[in-house]
């Protein structure tokens, strides 16, 4: 690359350091923030879990509530049940767990079964929101609980925006509400490309699970 071609670059990246420089000046507001991961792409709750690691290794007091899942063998749940208690002793976190145990709706087929489930798993998250202290609240794949009508959105919308300050909350599923979506302050979509499993490669330990 030659000279003027350099020199180009240089500018080029001193002008976007410019514009980054003042939008970092301009955020200048503290609190915590709603994040929904949504879409029919796969990786919302690895993403979600990503942030909750994150978050407990700088030694904050997280929960982490799972919707759906909670009959399947997951890695993290091994791995956070490994890691973290509730009073964080490991030195670095504490981390609250909750889950629904019923497993996915299409093989329960029980539909009073699963919206006590959720129901329950609800009232037992319910505390955190006037906490303070938990910095971080993964609902993870809650959003087909307003789909298959299991939780009251307008409830939880509620909760949500009567939280502490500077809370966190992640929520992560396919066919986020769009009362969820505006109200959020951050909004991811991850859409799908393509998917081993369409392509019969069976889903695998440490990969799906």
Same mark, same amino acid.
């Given at each position: 690359?030659?000279?003027?071609? %350099?020199? =180009?670059?240089?500018? =080029?990246?001193? =002008?976007?350091?410019?514009?980054?420089?003042? #939008? %970092?000046?301009?955020?200048?507001?503290?609190? +915590?923030?709603?994040?929904?991961?949504? /879409?029919?792409?796969? +990786? #919302?709750?690895?993403?979600?879990? +990503?942030?909750?690691?994150?978050?407990? +290794?700088?030694?904050?007091?997280?929960?982490?509530?799972?919707?759906?899942?909670?009959?399947?063998?997951?890695?993290? /749940?091994?791995?956070?049940?490994?890691?973290?208690?509730?009073?964080?002793?490991?030195?670095?976190?504490?981390?609250?767990?909750?889950?629904?145990?019923?497993?996915?709706?299409? $093989?329960?087929?029980?539909?009073?079964?699963?919206?006590?489930?959720?129901?329950?798993?609800?009232?037992?998250?319910?505390?955190?929101?006037?906490?303070?202290?938990?910095?971080?609240?993964?609902?993870?794949?809650?959003?087909?609980?307003?789909?298959?009508?299991?939780?009251?959105?307008?409830?939880?919308?509620?909760?949500?925006?009567?939280?502490?300050?500077?809370? $966190?909350?992640?929520?992560? /599923?396919?066919?986020?509400?769009?009362?969820?979506?505006?109200?959020?302050?951050?909004?991811?979509?991850?859409?799908?490309?393509?998917?081993?499993?369409?392509?019969?490669? #069976?889903?695998?330990?440490?990969?799906?699970?």
């Amino acid at each position: 690359m030659n000279k003027e071609k %350099i020199q =180009r670059h240089n500018d =080029r990246m001193k =002008r976007h350091k410019k514009v980054v420089d003042e #939008k %970092i000046e301009k955020a200048n507001i503290e609190q +915590g923030v709603l994040i929904v991961i949504t /879409g029919n792409g796969k +990786g #919302k709750t690895t993403s979600a879990l +990503g942030t909750l690691l994150r978050s407990l +290794g700088h030694g904050h007091q997280c929960a982490l509530v799972q919707f759906i899942k909670g009959q399947w063998d997951c890695g993290e /749940g091994h791995f956070f049940a490994n890691s973290f208690d509730k009073k964080g002793n490991n030195g670095q976190g504490g981390l609250t767990t909750y889950t629904m145990d019923t497993g996915f709706t299409w $093989n329960s087929q029980d539909f009073e079964e699963d919206k006590q489930a959720a129901a329950a798993v609800w009232e037992q998250a319910l505390p955190l929101f006037n906490d303070p202290e938990c910095r971080l609240i993964v609902l993870d794949e809650i959003t087909y609980m307003f789909k298959y009508k299991y939780l009251e959105l307008s409830e939880v919308i509620t909760v949500l925006k009567n939280r502490p300050k500077h809370q $966190n909350v992640i929520i992560t /599923g396919r066919g986020a509400p769009k009362e969820l979506i505006e109200l959020a302050d951050t909004v991811s979509e991850i859409q799908p490309v393509k998917h081993a499993f369409n392509q019969r490669i #069976k889903a695998q330990e440490g990969i799906e699970w």
